[in-house]
């Protein structure tokens, strides 16, 4: 891979990673459809050189971790998994916070024995005021009683996921914020300032749903500027992400090994100045 680096909770990794979420059955729920195919899928993402993966116990719930437990354990030295808590997942497979202290100290101990770890690298807080989007709230409880666990020696990096600028100053004010982790992308941009802040601070920005939200408009410029380009929109999209900001740290998921080569080619992708500036001007008024 030839994707620049960035430090991200004391490592230095590659800014196109992977996310595990697809790994998971329909809905994020329940055993994979090929379980053989999602074990080649992570050992594929080590081999290629990616040595960030974003996973969550409640992702299947604990399908995705010990797929990757049994797929790259013992883990590379420099590989950092990052997890996520904050939710669990129904008897519907629905999505519900889960904040308290108990349920975020369970779901601790459910990623160190499913991941098969004595320590996390990254532990963010997934803010469920909303489920959808960042809502204000106060995170101060449950940040706190994850930076108790922290002080345990269970978790090493703490981050925050699915919040707003004010809820990012008051967790720095409990603990050290490694990342935020937030949706963003080509047509959702809402994040810009925040992005900007964090860069200057020297805190990795990690976006999800790196194709999620577009207009049929929108959809129809970065086709075309892929069409041009000879690259899917999924690369494109994701070669812009990369050159928007040093912070940004890429997790595009996948069940399939052909599309994580896809997806990991991007970071070879050059945008000439006349396609930056029509992709730019997706989430311009002209495009809504």
């Given amino acids: 891979m030839t994707t620049p680096t960035y430090s991200f909770a004391g490592r230095t990794v590659n800014r196109l990673g992977y996310g595990a979420m697809q790994l998971a059955g329909p809905g994020v729920f329940g055993p994979p459809r090929d379980r053989a195919e999602a074990l080649a899928v992570l050992r594929a993402a080590r081999d290629a050189g990616v040595n960030h993966i974003d996973t969550s116990d409640f992702y299947g719930p604990h399908v995705t971790n010990q797929l990757i437990r049994e797929a790259l354990h013992p883990y590379p030295s420099d590989l950092l998994i ?14 519900l916070p889960a904040f308290s202290p108990q349920a975020l100290a369970t779901a601790v101990h459910d990623n160190l024995k ?46 925050l996921s699915n919040v707003t600028p004010t809820q990012y100053a008051q967790g720095t004010a409990i603990v050290p914020i490694a990342g935020v982790q937030n949706q963003y992308n080509l047509a959702h941009r809402s994040d810009d300032a925040f992005i900007d802040q964090l860069a200057a601070e020297g805190v990795a920005y990690v976006p999800f749903f790196p194709l999620g939200g577009f207009s049929p408009l929108q959809s129809h410029a970065l086709t075309q500027v892929a069409t041009e380009l000879g690259a899917s929109p ?55």
């Fill in 234 to 288: 999924m690369q494109v999209a994701l070669a812009w992400l990369l050159r928007r900001s040093p912070n940004i740290l890429l997790i595009p998921g996948t069940s399939s090994s052909a599309h994580l080569a896809e997806n990991l080619a991007a970071s070879r992708l050059d945008i000439p100045a006349a396609a930056m500036e029509i992709l730019d001007a997706i989430d311009g008024p002209a495009m809504r």
């Fill in 114 to 159: 499913n991941l098969g770890t004595d320590v996390l690298d990254v532990v963010n807080l997934r803010v469920m005021f909303d489920i959808h989007e960042p809502a204000e709230g106060s995170i101060e409880a449950p940040l706190t009683a994850l930076a108790e666990l922290q002080q345990q020696g269970l978790i090493r990096h703490i981050g």
């Fill in 82 to 95: 990052v997890t996520k808590v904050g939710a669990v997942r129904g008897p519907n497979a629905e999505w």
